[in-house]
């Protein structure tokens, strides 16, 4: 073999194990993409307890023990509108000294707030209602009541006749939406007196005038 050939011969060899070493390596790794990855997002945990909402006191609420209309402050500024179909749920706020807790006058049951579901039912309250002494009504007496102590002791008190303001306001804005009054009707003075008995007592408002009057406000739907 002449020494040209054999230098030929040669080249094609190296040629040729070149290229299996070429295809025998690792391939090569795909170019890095250009489109940005989506970051993993994480949801945020609900708080709990959930935070309280804004409920006022009946105090702001109503415009103080002697109304100031310049003092009241809406009592659920979070809260729904007085708008749609009813029931719109209600509180109800006594705000005099004269009615005993056995004879505060109450809404019904399905009326109130305080009976809704969830840890501040308070803030799905409407409406709120202030139920004020008149002292402007010309009072007169209507029963002496007689008491008699454990010791044997015999007291007496006065019950006078009375009428009452009542004034609505919608909880979220502290507008006033109705303003009426009621007489006092129960007839009667107290069964039991816990310590001394007062000078005077008052007839108070009988729940089932005071549901009635409201009805119209609580069932009613209203605009919105």
């Known amino acids: 073999m002449s020494g040209s050939r054999r230098l030929t011969q040669l080249l094609t060899l190296i040629v040729a194990l070149g290229g299996l070493s070429a295809c025998g390596g690792e391939p090569d790794s795909p170019p890095a993409s250009t489109t940005p990855t989506p970051s993993a997002s994480t949801a945020a945990s609900p708080t709990w307890p959930?935070?309280?909402p804004t409920i006022r006191t009946d105090q702001e609420a109503c415009g103080g023990s002697t109304f100031n209309p310049k003092a009241v402050r809406p009592y659920n500024p979070d809260g729904p509108a007085y708008a749609g179909a009813g029931v719109h749920l209600a509180a109800l706020f006594v705000m005099h000294s004269?009615?005993?807790v056995e004879l505060e006058s109450e809404l019904p049951t399905e009326w109130q707030a305080q009976w809704q579901p969830g840890m501040y039912p308070e803030q799905n309250t409407q409406l709120v209602i202030c139920e004020y002494f008149d002292d402007d009504y010309p009072s007169r007496k209507v029963e002496t009541c007689t008491y008699r102590g454990s010791d044997g002791t015999?007291?007496?008190?006065?019950?006078r006749s009375a009428r009452f303001i009542y004034r609505v306001f919608e909880a979220r804005t502290g507008k006033q939406v109705?303003?009426?009054?009621?007489?006092?009707?129960?007839?009667?003075c107290r069964a039991v007196v816990y310590g001394v008995?007062?000078?005077?007592?008052?007839?108070?408002v009988l729940a089932e005038e005071l549901t009635a009057k409201l009805r119209p406000l609580v069932l009613a739907r209203r605009p919105g």
């Open 98 to 100: 004269y009615a005993p």
């Open 197 to 204: 008995a007062r000078g005077t007592y008052y007839q108070l």
């Open 154 to 159: 015999r007291t007496t008190a006065e019950l």
């Open 178 to 188: 109705s303003r009426f009054t009621l007489p006092g009707r129960v007839n009667s």
């Open 50 to 52: 959930p935070p309280r």
